[in-house]
């Protein structure tokens, strides 16, 4: 079946500093991928969508690549500010009952940034 | 503009009570998705419905889980008898079409949930 890992330990950087997150997916090829925040506390907040036909999406701060040779997603933050401390999901959609599709998530990666 | 709301914020209850999970989605929206996440777990899918197509039940782990959506817009997700390993946070999300449309349409926008501790 199909399956998301995200880097399960904490990410600590500094202030100013990239952080880099990882989305790796076995078993199958997804048409997009998401990826979210989460807040403690708070629903997941809708950040970036990258299709399988392109390999990089930017968004101010934020960067995504898609490689669908590797089967992986990195996600950067440039310039990163303890505003970007959060956990970071990333989600792909896979076929469901019926003609439905349904978002498979990974457990999120939780990022502390340093002042 | 309003986003996707969800009531109560947290509830405690007894095992073996009934509860009631309320979600208003984003006007327009015609998706709606329920999902439960627990403590060091990632976001489980309950159910999808979709304008006036049948729901996906799919993801509901037993048949003391149940939702409904009336006209097209609230939602309320029903546990009965509801045991200890219940205890989640339930989130709701709506979406301006359903996955598979092709678009940021299928963007997915959460409510802040309701924490759900069953003792």
């Known amino acids: 079946s199909q399956k998301i890992e995200q880097n399960s330990e904490a990410l600590n950087i500094q202030e100013g500093k990239t952080a880099t997150l990882t989305c790796n997916y076995t078993?199958?090829?997804?048409?997009?991928l998401q990826w979210y925040r989460q807040d403690p506390g708070r629903g997941p907040v809708f950040l970036l969508l990258i299709r399988e036909n392109e390999k990089e999406k930017r968004k101010e701060r934020l960067k995504v690549t898609f490689d669908t040779t590797l089967k992986q997603s990195l996600f950067h933050i440039t310039a990163s500010q303890p505003a970007d401390s959060a956990t970071y999901l990333c989600?792909?959609?896979?076929?469901?009952?019926?003609?439905?599709?349904?978002?498979?998530w990974g457990l999120g990666t939780s990022l502390a940034v340093n002042p | 503009g309003a986003g996707v709301s969800q009531s109560p914020s947290n509830k405690v209850t007894e095992k073996g009570k009934d509860v009631e999970l309320r979600c208003d989605p984003i006007s327009g929206h015609t998706a709606l998705y329920w999902y439960r996440q627990s403590l060091g777990q990632g976001l489980e899918f309950l159910i999808y419905?979709?304008?006036?197509?049948?729901?996906?039940k799919s993801g509901l782990p037993s048949d003391r889980f149940s939702a409904e959506r009336t006209g097209g817009s609230v939602s309320t997700l029903t546990i009965q008898r509801t045991q200890q390993e219940d205890s989640a946070v339930y989130l709701c999300a709506s979406s301006l079409a359903r996955l598979g449309s092709g678009g940021r349409e299928e963007t997915q926008y959460f409510g802040p949930g309701t924490r759900l501790l069953v003792l």
């Open positions: 989600a792909l959609p896979v076929d469901n009952a019926g003609n439905n599709r349904k978002l498979i």
């Open positions: 078993n199958y090829s997804p048409a997009y």
């Open positions: 419905f979709q304008g006036n197509s049948a729901p996906d």
